[in-house]
Nanobody, 127 residues
């Protein structure tokens, strides 16, 4: 069993920044992929960003490229999503996901590729 806990959501004005953190605890895997997804009510969950266990490979959804940055802190099993230049369309519930992997350079884009999920944290961007 792996527990996934997100923190850092909140409200911000357009153009502002927020920082989300996610920590995985419990059963420990030697290699794992971590990712952030977001979901608006009535819509499918979509990729925000993914990072490999080594931290050297990253992947981003097209709508956040150049504005969001994902990074990994392995000793603490933590992944951070730095969100800059936020827009109203970034408003959503953000979920952290973890998937064990034997490939230290692997990133994953699909919701179905991840086994462990957090409960989500709300991000609201409005005036």
């Amino acid at each position: 069993q792996v527990d996934v806990t997100e923190s850092g959501g909140g409200s911000v004005r357009p153009g502002g920044s927020l920082r989300l953190s996610c920590t995985a605890s419990g059963r420990f895997f030697s290699n794992y992929v971590m990712g952030w997804f977001r979901q608006i009510p009535g819509m499918e969950r979509e990729l925000v960003a993914s990072v490999s266990w080594s931290g050297t490979s990253t992947d981003y959804g097209d709508t956040v490229k150049g504005r969001f940055t994902i990074s990994k802190d392995n000793p603490d099993n933590t992944v951070v999503l730095q969100m800059d230049n936020l827009k109203p369309e970034d408003t959503a519930v953000y979920f952290c996901a973890v998937e064990p992997s034997g490939n230290s350079a692997l990133t994953l884009r699909m919701v179905s590729s991840y086994t462990y999920w957090g409960q989500g944290t709300q991000v609201t961007v409005s005036t």
